[in-house]
């Protein structure tokens, strides 16, 4: 099957090229399989497309120092990334992988691309060391990512850059929710050890899997006894200070994951949770019936109060706004190729937006909790400092939490990039 793998996730990669969300692509190709495929295989789909996506830079300047005149059209590029990462930087046989990529080319660019994809492979496994090294000479090879981000990390971060970007370029952690609704966490990480999975602790209701697992093989997954969230997801609750009978909202909540999280803390919460994406409302719902909580969930702009509100004020509002991701590139490795420069401050302009429309639907003595998963200051620091010079009725709450550093989380073996601030209505 190594030959459909290729083949998908050249189509995939196909889709991104033009403009595509990977995720989606992924999930687009897969149904041409017509569910033929096993775990193993989806994975590898999944693992080629994602590869190429965090080696962009690397596998481009390979290829480009092995193409004699041009490079080749579309499919036939996207094959020799996927085929070439595979050689980088997998354990894959590279006579299977050269094989197969020649195999796969003759369907998707005819027998004539079959000797050009045999040549350039070839060249790549001969000629392996040299071709890294040069593609490490310039600073977008070397840390695989757009000169504009590599420029953005390296002011904003002058004592860090260099480790964040590395650190955008590793396999995520799979970082478990414990439900304390049905069980304990040392209780729920017993019954792991049980099934042969380790865990450690993180944060007060997380754990970290050693090696990450199929959702399936997880101990009462199904029944809502746990579920998949970063342990910086997981302080947004915290900072809501939760009681008893309080109103909430959820201001862009899908898929639902610290929606969960609320209602699994609190007793006798009134939870309006809001998103724009119907089908994502509908996956929203979908994990919150799993975890056997509820909360009425509507399609709508949160920005537009006026198209939704009741008139009667929150308690809390968790506002987990729009933003560039950057915190999360290692789990989207897409992202760092599908946002452009400009995009930053069209992202903060709509997140001030936000802010100025919901801070109305807040009680007196009520929070707002900003979060974002990016860290660019245009996004964080710099949105929360213009929110309180615009709202003289706003106390900044300063974010008591010892991975935060004035309410930025950097990402880590452990933890995602996230900002948070607090501002409570006086």
Not at 26 to 35: E, F, I, N, S, Y
Request: charged share 25%; with cysteine.
């Amino acid at each position: 099957m190594m030959q459909e793998i290729q083949r998908l996730a050249t189509l995939a990669l196909a889709q991104v090229q033009n403009g595509k969300n990977l995720d989606h692509a992924l999930t687009d190709v897969r149904r041409l399989a017509k569910g033929k495929l096993t775990d193993h295989q989806r994975a590898s789909i999944q693992d080629a497309g994602y590869g190429v996506m965090r080696f962009r830079c690397e596998i481009e300047s390979v290829l480009e120092q092995l193409f004699a005149k041009r490079r080749p059209t579309p499919p036939l590029d996207a094959l020799l990334m996927v085929a070439t990462y595979q050689l980088l930087h997998t354990r894959h046989a590279p006579h299977a992988v050269v094989r197969y990529a020649v195999e796969t080319a003759s369907v998707l660019g005819g027998v004539a691309s079959k000797g050009f994809v045999n040549g350039v492979l070839r060249n790549v496994l001969r000629q392996k060391e040299t071709l890294l090294q040069q593609a490490g000479v310039t600073e977008e090879g070397r840390f695989n990512h757009p000169v504009w981000w590599i420029e953005k990390v390296r002011a904003q971060y002058p004592l860090q850059w260099e480790a964040l970007l590395q650190q955008a370029q590793q396999h995520p952690p799979m970082t478990l929710r414990v439900n304390r609704r049905h069980n304990h966490r040392e209780q729920y990480q017993l019954r792991l050890k049980q099934v042969g999975i380790e865990a450690v602790p993180v944060g007060n209701d997380g754990l970290v899997l050693t090696h990450p697992v199929p959702v399936g093989q997880l101990p009462g997954f199904d029944q809502g006894d746990v579920s998949v969230q970063d342990a910086s997801a997981q302080v947004a609750v915290e900072l809501l200070a939760l009681h008893s009978g309080q109103r909430i909202l959820d201001a862009c909540a899908a898929p639902g994951g610290k929606t969960g999280h609320i209602l699994e803390r609190g007793n006798g919460l009134e939870l309006l949770a809001l998103d724009q994406d119907p089908g994502r409302v509908k996956k929203m719902e979908a994990n919150l019936h799993r975890l056997k909580v509820a909360a009425q969930c509507l399609v709508a702009d949160a920005s537009r109060p006026d198209t939704w509100w009741d008139g009667k004020v929150f308690d809390r509002v968790l506002l987990d706004a729009p933003c560039s991701a950057s915190g999360i590139v290692r789990r989207h490795p897409d992202i760092k190729w599908l946002r452009r420069a400009e995009d930053i401050p069209a992202l903060a302009t709509a997140q001030e937006r936000f802010l100025h429309a919901l801070w109305p639907l807040v009680r007196r003595g009520g929070r707002l909790v900003y979060a974002t998963c990016s860290i660019f200051r245009e996004e964080n620091q710099s949105q929360a400092e213009m929110f309180m010079r615009q709202h003289p009725d706003a106390k900044e709450i300063p974010v008591q939490d010892p991975l935060c550093e004035q309410g930025q989380i950097l990402p880590d073996p452990v933890h995602d990039g996230f900002f948070y601030a607090v501002f409570q209505k006086i």
